[in-house]
């Protein structure tokens, strides 16, 4: 789903302005944004939570050469999904080939 198609599409379940929906989708990115600046979470009920999550510098490999590499430690921004949500995708099962 594109974002055009996503406006539209909760344009239609709100009985909204196309404009008025794209102005509210624009603010909620402005307020996940400055939250997350902060180092605050944003819970979005039923769908998941933005949070900033700190990582330890590690040694990860070089997939070319198979060498060691340090991975520097870094603040990274991460959206956990709900398990109302996660429990309505459909399961993914795995083949393998022979």
Excluded: C, Y
């Amino acid at each position: 789903m594109t974002r055009t198609e996503f406006i539209d599409a909760l344009a239609e379940a709100t009985h909204a302005d196309k404009k008025d929906v794209k102005t509210f989708l624009d603010g909620l990115s402005t307020v996940i944004e400055r939250e997350v600046q902060k180092g605050g979470e944003v819970p979005l009920k039923g769908l998941g939570k933005f949070k900033v999550q700190n990582r330890k510098a590690r040694t990860g490999r070089n997939p070319i050469s198979g060498e060691p590499v340090q991975i520097p430690a870094k603040t990274v921004v991460k959206f956990t999904v709900a398990k109302a949500l996660k429990d309505l995708a459909p399961a993914i099962q795995t083949t393998t080939r022979g």
